[in-house]
């Protein structure tokens, strides 16, 4: 079972605003919001924030964004003007904008690294996208910001790291698949689990190709956990979509924003609009609720 | 890369099935009936042609070539798709068995403007 949900329908299901979207509370246990059995999951958990950074595509130029030398400049500013500063900063790929140079790939990934540098909060997750690791299969990413796929855990949560970009045809592949399979199987299965990738894992929008390829092997290996949520970036927008019980939160770009998935026939960028600049563009800040087993996510535009 | 040019053909099982035949517009390739043949050449970060106009029940050859680095040609409105590498000829037949327009794409990235590289087939009666 698939579908898609927009930000109200979720909003009125959980009795929330308009800008506050919450994912997760589907899934809390009737026994508590970890069940029983995840007695080492409860004993670590506690509230906390991350904020999410997506898709700046540091060295495009062009019309849909006469700002793209400053846009992740003014989202790096607005993390550090938080009252409170997120436990880590998460990127979901397209750091930089592709280029079949690789002297000017690495070039951007320095320029990228250096601004980045400026956040507060220095525990920062980087993952790849399509414009950093198809054309050299990761390699320039993995110099400048390690390993493209990788696990962590904080704060009672376990956090998935998976490459769906490096292999050009977007599929994750045998191996990691296998890696994936490895590490659900340390899980319990009411384990608080959070994917992050970069393109979606399921069909969003196949004219466009907005999928991975074997998306589904992954998500059917998720599917036996209860609690599990996925954010991902590459369609420039905030999109949530659920695949039985995981949520799926795409977010939107410091760059451009796309159309609405199949809205039309070609995925052109939507035009800079000059009475409002960097409209459509922003980052999220998403709250881990232990108690709940829930995540509420705030959307933040860029603004001047 | 080699300089002969190999042939891959989409016969009734394997590569085929991966394609899908949901819309039941691909069948296995054979040999003997003269179709008519159109090519279709891929390289960055174009197709050419970009439209290719096809008549619905009427089965038609797509010659698939790229002239630089890989490439995919994905139709997801006909269940087509596959992956064309240099110096490799992909032969698709396909039998439309409903009219509209499909767009199609490379879903293997190539590079800067990977993300224009599309075409449409449009079927009429």
Known sequence: ?304 | MTASRQTQVFWGGGLLLAAGLAAGAVAAFAAAPAEKVISVQAMKFEFSPETINLKKGEPVILELTSIDRAHGFKVPGLGLHADILPDTTVRVRVVPDKVGRFTFACDNFCGDGHEDMEGVIVVSE
């Open chain 1, 1 to 304: 079972m698939s579908s898609s949900i927009d930000r109200r329908q979720f909003a009125r299901l959980v009795g929330l605003g308009a800008v506050v979207f919450a994912s997760g509370l589907a899934n809390s246990s009737a026994s508590g919001p970890f069940g029983v059995g995840s007695a080492r999951a409860a004993a670590a958990a506690e509230d906390f924030f991350f904020v999410q950074l997506s898709d700046s595509h540091w060295g495009f130029k062009g019309p849909p964004n006469p700002e793209a030398a400053n846009t992740l400049k003014l989202a790096v500013e607005a993390v550090n003007s938080l009252p409170k500063q997120p436990d880590f900063i998460v990127f979901t790929g397209d750091l930089t904008h592709t280029t079949d140079d690789v002297a000017e790939r690495k070039k951007r990934m320095g320029e990228f690294r250096d601004i980045v540098k400026g956040l507060k909060t220095q525990n920062i997750r980087f993952m790849p996208g399509e414009h950093d690791a198809s054309l050299d299969k990761g390699a320039a990413f993995q110099e400048f910001f390690g390993p493209t796929h990788y696990t962590f855990d904080h704060k009672g949560v376990h956090f998935i790291v998976v490459d769906n970009v490096s292999d050009p045809t977007a599929s994750i592949g045998e191996e990691q698949l296998k890696w994936l399979a490895d590490d659900l199987k340390k899980q319990d299965k009411d384990a608080r689990i959070v994917v992050f990738t970069h393109r979606p894992l399921f069909d969003l929008a196949l004219e466009w190709d907005w999928a991975t390829r074997d998306g589904k092997a992954a998500i059917d290996m998720l599917i036996p956990y209860k609690n599990v949520t996925v954010f991902y970036g590459h369609i420039h927008q905030e999109n949530h979509f659920m695949t039985d019980h995981i949520a799926h939160h795409a977010a939107t770009s410091l760059i451009f924003p796309l159309p609405k998935p199949g809205s039309q026939e070609k995925r052109t960028p939507l035009p800079w609009n000059a009475e409002k600049p960097f409209s459509g563009l922003g980052w999220r800040e998403v709250t881990a609720e232990a108690k709940t087993a829930s995540y509420q996510l705030t959307e933040m535009p860029v603004k001047a």
